[in-house]
């Protein structure tokens, strides 16, 4: 019964290929995001959907496209990888913030290794 | 340009003791401030939060001090735990937004 569930925890793939991330989560929130945690540690927001519309969209190459098919689901699909792709990527929801802040649920994150 | 900074990247503290882990930022825009932690190959895990109309909140045994003029917040820990060993995040918006800023973390050791 894990509240944000991202799949796959490891991804170890070749400099080039094409690969994807799945998150899912069960909480009823409206809003997804995707953090990356880079090999200094900073977990900096790469993308925010609420209710399956994108609302932020950092400075990320546009190799970089997530997708949300449902407002429970926002996966995250990678083109054409490159050595400075690995890092840990972690998917997060939250209510949609209102009167009252609500903090942000992360999953376990998946670690990408390029090779 | 980091935005909000977490000075210290380590800190031991004797179980039992208090524990003071630190947080400055430097966006005015600031107004809800979140505590995380973060356990090996797990997700952060939200701690506590507090809003810039307050200068202190309170659960168990953490608490959440902010200073709004110095910009900095800090999170008290007591008594320390041996399972409260884990790295700690501090966490800034402003109010309303959905970005959140983190800080690079803290790694706090309890000591037996």
């Known amino acids: 019964d894990t509240a944000v569930s991202q799949t796959p925890k490891y991804l170890v793939t070749q400099m080039g290929n094409d690969k994807s991330i799945k998150c899912e989560q069960n909480?009823?929130?409206?809003?997804m995001y995707w953090y990356k945690q880079d090999s200094k540690k900073f977990l900096k927001i790469m993308f925010s959907y609420n209710n399956k519309e994108l609302i932020i969209n950092e400075t990320v190459p546009n190799r970089f496209s997530p997708k949300s098919p449902d407002k429970a689901h926002l996966n995250l699909h990678i083109n054409s990888l490159e050595l400075g792709d690995s890092a840990v990527y972690f998917c997060?929801?939250?209510?949609?913030?209102?009167?009252?802040?609500?903090?942000?649920?992360f999953g376990d994150g998946t670690r990408l290794s390029i090779l | 340009d980091q935005q909000v900074k977490q000075n210290s990247p380590s800190l031991s503290v004797q179980e039992g003791r208090i524990s003071i882990l630190n947080c400055d930022y430097t966006?005015?825009?600031?107004?809800?401030f979140l505590w995380y932690k973060k356990y090996p190959a797990e997700g952060p895990t939200f701690l506590i939060s507090i809003s810039s109309i307050k200068d202190k909140n309170e659960d168990g045994r953490f608490t959440v001090f902010l200073n709004k003029s110095a910009k900095h917040l800090s999170l008290h820990i007591v008594p320390s735990q041996p399972g409260d060993s884990a790295v700690y995040f501090c966490?800034?918006?402003?109010?309303?937004?959905?970005?959140?800023?983190f800080g690079q973390g803290t790694r706090l050791t309890i000591n037996p």
């Open positions: 997060a929801s939250s209510q949609v913030p209102g009167h009252n802040n609500q903090p942000q649920h």
């Open positions: 966490a800034a918006a402003p109010w309303g937004a959905q970005k959140l800023v």
């Open positions: 909480l009823g929130h409206d809003t």
């Open positions: 966006n005015s825009m600031f107004d809800y």
